[in-house]
């Protein structure tokens, strides 16, 4: 696949090009059947399926306060992008100047001047433009005139609700890693470098990787049966605490992997972890010994819970 920071307009010269447009955060249910759209119609033209995104946030700018925090960083997005089939990874700064930019302004230069679209799909409901004055319609007209058509697409439902990158932030936020999983069509991941912590798992027998993630949304604070992607590329089943480590006096919010039946040095090294399932939430025990004897239940359940998940994602 290919990505590009669209700072130039020149023509980028790919073959009939089907463009989607949207955030794609988490790159969702709802966001693969866009891309899926625009697969079908590229591939009997021989064309291009490229995904052009707005990078930060539209809110990030236009209103910080109410910016919700990503499912996904920039790099995540492309590999899942990447492993749908996509082409092409358009990725358009978002700044000031383009807030203010006019819907059909933003149709000639960006899709047909760029991009040379032959096909553009949309959510029913997207909006484009100066002040999201551009729709669906507004977008069929213009393709009319300047030589693209517009396949709108309908939302994907999930419990009689379409599937959104906020009910995934939901559910993440409930602890309910099976939902996000079911909205998104994966399991919910955050990748992390392990970094030195306080050593204090491998005194009590269950040693952890402390990881320091990019990701910006994590599950509730909670204990989770998890897998987790060494470099090797193996998976390692895992018990994965996020939290504030209560018996030990709290603290900042931490993420910590105990990886079950695994030996060796991981120090400095990039960790995904998938999450299956939470086991229970956080809490404080009066010492070691009640501790202990609680994580070696979380090992077991985590064993059986991993064992009987679905597939792993990306």
């Known amino acids: 696949m290919e990505r590009v920071q669209l700072e130039s307009l020149a023509p980028r010269g790919w073959p009939s090009p089907a ?11 709802g966001h693969q059947a866009l891309i899926d759209s625009a697969a079908r119609w590229a591939a009997p033209e021989g064309g291009h399926t490229v995904v052009l995104t707005l990078d930060p946030h539209p809110a990030r700018l236009l209103d910080p ?11 995540q997005k492309g590999e899942l992008l990447a492993a749908l089939g996509v082409d092409a990874f358009v990725v358009l700064p978002f700044t000031a100047e383009l807030a203010r930019r006019p819907a059909e302004e933003f ?19 997207f909006r484009f433009g100066h002040q999201g004055r551009g729709d669906v319609a507004a977008l ?54 392990v970094v030195v912590g306080e050593r204090r798992g491998r005194t009590l027998g269950f040693p952890t990787a402390n990881l320091e993630t990019p990701n910006e949304t994590l599950p509730l604070e909670g204990v ?19 939290g504030r480590r209560p018996t030990f006096g709290g603290g900042t919010v931490s ?35 009640p501790l202990v004897a609680q994580i070696h239940e979380d090992v077991s359940r985590a064993r059986a819970v991993v064992a009987d998940s679905p597939g792993k994602g990306v």
């Open 107 to 125: 149709v000639r230069q960006v899709l047909v001047q760029a991009l040379e679209a032959r096909m553009v799909v949309v959510g029913e409901d």
């Open 224 to 242: 989770y049966a998890a897998r987790c992607r060494v470099p090797s590329g193996r998976w390692v089943k895992a018990v994965v605490n996020i």
């Open 140 to 193: 069929e007209t213009l393709g009319a005139r300047l030589g693209f058509g517009v396949q709108a697409v309908a939302p994907v439902l999930h419990g009689g609700r379409p599937v959104s990158s906020s009910r995934v932030r939901e559910a993440l936020g409930r602890g309910q890693v099976e939902e996000a999983r079911l909205l998104l069509g994966r399991p919910f991941f955050v990748d992390g470098r």
């Open 255 to 289: 993420v910590e992997a105990h990886l079950i039946d695994f030996d060796g040095d991981l120090y400095g090294l990039d960790l995904r972890t998938e999450f299956a399932e939470r086991l229970r939430e956080e809490r404080r025990f009066e010492g070691p010994e």
């Open 19 to 29: 463009v989607t447009i949207g955030n794609f955060d988490g790159v969702h249910r």
């Open 65 to 75: 306060a109410r910016a919700p925090a990503t499912l996904t960083t920039l790099d």
